[in-house]
């Protein structure tokens, strides 16, 4: 039998991540408690966003799909830094799958460049990055407006969300929860798609509390295929999900279209 000081240089490893963890997760209820900015969201309509993260292939040719069969469109997150980009469970979609999303009347959103958590950039180079991206983002689908924007990992920072707010019409975070009434732009809450299967199923329970009482449900995702990754889900699941939303009567919009039926236009639209 090993000793319990066997075990120490494993758990001293892992420590300065679950130190880092802790750490994102009071900074972001930090954010929540302190809203920057406050827009009222309107309770008088459902209205849902699907969205998607990275973004895969995958999600491209199935998610994309399943949504426009249903007549509808998403809102998809770009890391202009990942195009192309070959793991060994997805490949991430490059310049000529995002200008396809924008022909197909989808749209595109900032997700940083080099997908790396916000918190760990100092100012200069969270510009920078944010720069590389929208020259890369512009190039496929420009555009006079603000986008919108989706951190990386739902992470969000406190020293950095007045540029996200001055740069962005808003920010999606997670936090599973709808948003109603008096809500944080630069800090949008969302619910994810992710595995298991019977979780994905159950996410309609959200479209129901919706309908019960309105407001502004965002999900997201990542792939959409037969053998999901953790932080995706398999075509039936999401399309059934799709489904009951346009079913239930929900306006189903990207972020973009339900800022925009919500009155939050912006100036010269």
């Excluded at 892992?14 to 997760?25: N, V």
């Excluded at 979609?93 to 197909?104: F, K, M, P, S, T």
């Excluded at 590389?132 to 496929?140: E, K, S």
């Excluded at 399309?239 to 939303?245: N, P, Y």
Aim: charged share 25%; hydrophobic share 40%; with cysteine.
């Amino acid at each position: 039998m090993r000793s319990p000081t066997s075990f120490l240089p494993e758990t001293a490893s892992r420590l300065p991540h679950t130190i880092d963890r802790f750490a994102g997760r009071l900074t972001n209820r930090l954010l929540r408690a302190a809203p920057w900015q406050l827009i009222e969201v309107p309770t008088r309509e459902p209205i849902v966003s699907f969205t998607f993260d990275d973004v895969p292939d995958s999600a491209l040719r199935v998610g994309a799909a399943i949504l426009e069969a249903c007549g509808v469109r998403g809102t998809f997150y770009i890391s202009g830094g990942l195009e192309g980009q070959v793991e060994p469970d997805r490949t991430l979609i490059d310049a000529a799958g995002c200008r396809e999303l924008v022909a197909r009347g989808h749209e595109i959103g900032c997700h940083t460049y080099g997908h790396r958590d916000i918190r760990h950039l100092d100012r200069a180079s969270l510009a920078a990055d944010l720069a590389d991206n929208a020259r890369y983002l512009d190039a496929v689908d420009p555009r006079r407006g603000r986008r919108n924007f989706a951190y990386p990992y739902n992470s969000g920072s406190l020293g950095k969300r007045s540029m996200l707010a001055d740069s962005y019409r808003t920010c999606r975070a997670g936090g599973e929860a709808i948003n109603r009434g008096p809500t944080d732009p630069t800090f949008l809450k969302a619910i994810e798609i992710r595995q298991p299967e019977t979780l994905v199923a159950g996410l309609t329970r959200w479209i129901d509390a919706l309908i019960a009482d309105p407001g502004w449900l965002i999900l997201f995702t990542h792939d959409i295929s037969p053998t999901p990754t953790p932080y995706g889900a398999s075509p039936a699941a999401f399309e059934r999900l799709v489904a009951h939303a346009v079913e239930r009567g929900c306006c189903v919009l990207t972020v973009d279209a339900a800022l925009d039926r919500m009155g939050f236009r912006e100036a010269g639209q």
